[in-house]
């Protein structure tokens, strides 16, 4: 190997790809920081992920390149940064890029001071001007002659946009947000939905689903048909588009187009733990038997191919094979044809939207854009009969398909990802009964709490092999306290819950905002970095703030300490202006608003598992869509010690379930 950076002694994938680039790269730290100052160099700091189409190209044209990695190694100190990984910087430069340049992505090419303070910014550069836009060398020398003669007014500038970012984290005087800010997001949704082919707004299309979770709840509240065929609509199109994988199940990051059909071909896990999530309660409120279908092919193409030996759940694949984005996923119609035999070949091609010309550059990505009844009448086949043969074909056509080169895996674990993934399998588990979900599960949050585990206590947000590092963020303390006491409420074990209620006390301890009552996303001892953020709204991910007050309040029943409660309002009340300008960002805040507003439900189930009056008690419960329920259970063979089992036994030898309301009960129900 020719080369060899200091990025060859980290942990992620991402940052591993680039440890033979000729590019000086240093991983974000002291070194590179004090080199920078040393030096009085301009910093290059590119950000990027693994599963990342633009990223590997720019890698390829540009950082693999002798005479640009030349360039940049004599001018700036370049610095490699997995967006993962480290969030925050993510957060803190996208916002620069975006004021800077008027959008964002990846890869994200940012230049700081040696203060790290951003003065110019953009995403992908290509190796010569093209595009309308500047090629890397070009740009890497206007900046390096501009930082020669005109720094002065770089560093003004940059000091400019610094407080510009940093005003944006500051939270105005909070207000209290009530229902109506669930009709106002509803509207919003409303306005912007598509109602030829489901969804928000125009392409590119990402699942929505806080949107969806939202609605399903607003819906609940004031049902209206019209809301459940937004709901529907979007489901639909989503399930039955290419970024469904109807191969090995799970969904792509998202579609390139408005009809759902062309992915981007990587798959994440935080999108698919989410859809799992959203596809199980829309099961619940429809009783339509395809959302239980894609929420239990996404669950088991997670723990089939996504959940490492010992546990945890890995990051992400990627879009690329060969060096081709997509090529693992398309088929050429020949292929079908050879691979199953003419009659069920024809038979599949034309209920998967397989043809001769293809529908993506020459080949096909497979999507379901008729109903399974019609294609089977024009076929003249009873739908039982084509059912059990498509189902013999896919199965042929996935085991075909693993003989391909795969796609890259991110096998790095991230405690927060795994968080939303413990949620969707109890989810799982809840729901559609099946156990190795919540075994997956408790697999899942014994690794996490062992290895994710800090010496003193606190967490760490990433691991790879037997090492983990990073200190934890918010969204690391809240998914992971929200997936252990899903894990707990579907039947999981007490500890889950005691597990959750140490470190929610850990996440107060070091996010707690005690002036505004809005959590930081970085904890009060973390690196100090030019802003220390924070934010209310939803991105890909469910927004951390919103998530640690539903983690509070959930164990403010648990736990019976009302002050958990008004610490989560406070947590919400932070950002209600912010929520008064644009509901629908805030969807995963006004899910927690809506399960504040009342005091919930707790169900209490006692019982011995496994024993049929038990089982069918706990099947009926978890039919029933009931967002703003407290689920608890007890074992008379192990006497609970949480306030909501005192008391609670079986009668007669047979499970009782006990409805209450701010611990209240009524009398113990016995049958359905």
């Known amino acids: 190997m020719k080369h060899q950076n200091r990025l060859a002694s980290e942990t992620s994938p991402y940052l591993l790809q680039h440890a033979h680039n000729p590019v000086d790269w ?10 920078a100052a040393a030096e009085n160099k301009p910093i290059l700091l590119s950000i990027g992920y693994a599963a990342c189409h633009w990223c590997h190209v720019m890698e390829k044209e540009s950082f693999e390149n002798e005479a640009i990695a030349a360039q940049m190694n004599e001018s700036f ?11 925050d910087l993510d957060e803190i430069y996208m916002a620069a890029t975006i004021a800077l340049s008027g959008s964002g992505g990846w890869p994200m090419t940012v230049f700081l001071t040696p203060e790290q303070q951003p003065f110019f910014a953009g995403t992908y550069f290509p190796p010569v001007d093209k595009y309308g836009r500047p090629g890397l060398p070009t740009l890497l020398s206007n ?6 003669s005109e720094r002065k007014t770089l560093v003004e500038q940059a000091g400019e946009l610094a407080a510009h970012i940093a005003a944006q984290a500051r939270v105005p005087a909070p207000l209290a947000i009530g229902r109506e800010a669930l009709r106002a997001a509803a509207r919003q949704l409303r306005g912007s939905y598509d109602s030829r082919y489901g969804g928000f707004g125009k392409a590119p299309k990402f699942p929505p689903c806080a949107a969806l979770a939202l609605l399903l709840r607003h819906h ?26 109807h191969l090995g199940g799970g969904f792509a990051r998202y579609s390139t187009d408005e009809r759902w059909l062309v992915p981007h071909f990587e798959k994440m896990a935080y999108d698919n733990a989410q859809l799992a999530s959203v596809y199980l309660e829309a099961f619940q409120v429809t009783n339509d038997p395809e959302y239980a279908r894609v929420a239990r092919e996404t669950l088991d193409y997670v723990i089939g191919e996504m959940q490492e030996p010992n546990g945890a759940y890995f990051s992400a694949t990627d879009a690329d094979s060969e060096g081709v984005e997509g090529k693992f996923f398309v088929w050429a119609l ?10 069920a070949g024809e ?8 043809t001769a010309q293809g529908n993506w550059e020459g080949q096909n990505v497979l999507n379901t854009p008729r109903p399974f009844a019609r294609v089977a009448e024009e076929l003249g086949v009873p739908e039982p009969v084509l059912r059990a043969e498509l189902d013999r074909s896919r199965k042929q056509l996935y085991q075909a398909r693993k003989r391909r080169v795969p796609p890259l895996l991110d096998d790095k674990i991230l405690c927060s990802w795994n968080g939303l993934m413990l949620s969707a ?30 010496p003193d206590g606190g967490l760490y947000h ?9 200190p934890g963020f918010l969204e690391d303390y809240a998914f992971l306290c929200d997936g252990l006491i899903a894990l707990y409420e579907a039947g999981g074990s007490e500890r889950y819950l005691r597990e959750a209620a140490r470190l929610a006390e850990r996440l107060l301890a070091d996010f707690d905002d005690p002036e505004s009552g809005a959590f930081f996303n970085t904890a009060k001892d973390a690196e100090g970095l030019i802003v220390r953020p924070r934010d209310g709204h939803d991105d890909a991910i469910p927004n951390a703030n919103a998530v640690a007050a539903r983690v509070l309040a959930k164990l403010a029943w648990h736990l019976d300490r009302s002050e958990y409660r008004e610490r989560a309002a406070r947590a919400l009340r932070a950002y209600g202006k912010s929520v008064e300008r644009a509901p629908r960002s805030f969807s995963t805040a006004l899910c927690v608003v809506d399960f504040l507003l009342q005091a919930p439900l707790e169900l209490v189930l006692a019982g011995t598992p496994g024993e049929p009056s038990y089982e069918a008690l706990r099947k009926a419960l978890g039919q029933r869509f009931l967002p703003n329920a407290i689920f608890a259970h007890v074992d008379p063979e192990k006497p609970s010690t949480l306030p909501l089992g005192q008391g609670k036994t079986t009668v007669n030898g047979k499970a009782a379930l006990y409805v209450c309301r701010n611990f209240t009960c009524s009398a113990p129900i016995l049958d359905l």
């Not at 004031?222 to 994988?245: E, F, Q, R, V």
């Open 26 to 35: 240093y991983p974000w730290g002291p070194e590179a920081l004090a080199r």
């Open 77 to 87: 100190v370049c610095i490699k940064v997995d967006r993962e990984e480290r969030p």
């Open 143 to 148: 900046i390096q002659e501009l930082w020669q």
């Open 220 to 245: 609940r509240n004031a049902p209206d048909p019209s809301l459940l065929d937004m709901i529907t609509g979007t489901l639909d199109g989503m399930k039955n588009g290419g970024m469904y994988d």
């Open 334 to 343: 020949d292929e079908v044809l050879e691979i199953l035999g003419p009659q």
């Open 347 to 354: 038979h599949f091609a034309a209920y998967y939207d397989v």
């Open 425 to 454: 399998m109890a989810a799982g588990y809840r729901v559609l009964g099946h156990r190795h979900y919540l075994d997956s599960a408790e697999r899942a949050a014994s690794s996490l709490l062992t290895r994710m585990a800090r």
């Open 462 to 470: 990433t691991a790879r092999g037997a090492r983990a590092h990073v």
